[in-house]
């Protein structure tokens, strides 16, 4: 199982950058996928997450109306758009995936997730 992210780099405040993850190894459309973000010294951070129809959502209060989570079940990739971005946005963020419930639940846990990727920086300068 891979789940290779791309698509970090430096961004001014209040721009926009759009990170991407390209999975592989696992049957991607049962999958629930999401984005977490982590600082040195902080746990790891649930950001967004998809439900593996892509039709439910989930985001985190701080990023909701700014950040776009999508899928593409054909070409097996999940991405976060990021618009207005803040200097507090600083951190690497990381793809990760787990199966999906019947009930349509989306875990917010760190821990619940199976596999993880490499994770890709994304700073924000002021």
């Known amino acids: 199982v891979q789940l290779q992210a791309s698509g970090g780099g430096l961004v001014q405040a209040g721009g926009s950058l759009r990170v991407s993850c390209a999975a592989s190894?696992?049957?991607?459309?049962?999958?629930?996928m999401a984005w977490f973000r982590q600082t040195p010294g902080k746990e790891r951070e649930f950001v967004a997450a998809i439900t593996p129809s892509g039709l439910t959502t989930n985001y985190a209060d701080f990023v909701k109306g700014r950040f776009t989570i999508s899928r593409d079940n054909a070409k097996n990739t999940v991405s976060l758009q990021m618009n207005s971005l803040k200097p507090e946005g600083t951190a690497v963020y990381y793809c990760?995936?787990?199966?999906?419930?019947?009930?349509?639940?989306?875990?917010?846990?760190?821990?619940?997730?199976?596999?993880w990727g490499q994770g890709t920086l994304v700073t924000v300068s002021s």
């Open positions: 990760a995936g787990r199966i999906g419930f019947l009930s349509g639940a989306i875990p917010t846990s760190a821990n619940a997730y199976t596999y």
């Open positions: 190894g696992i049957t991607f459309g049962s999958y629930i």
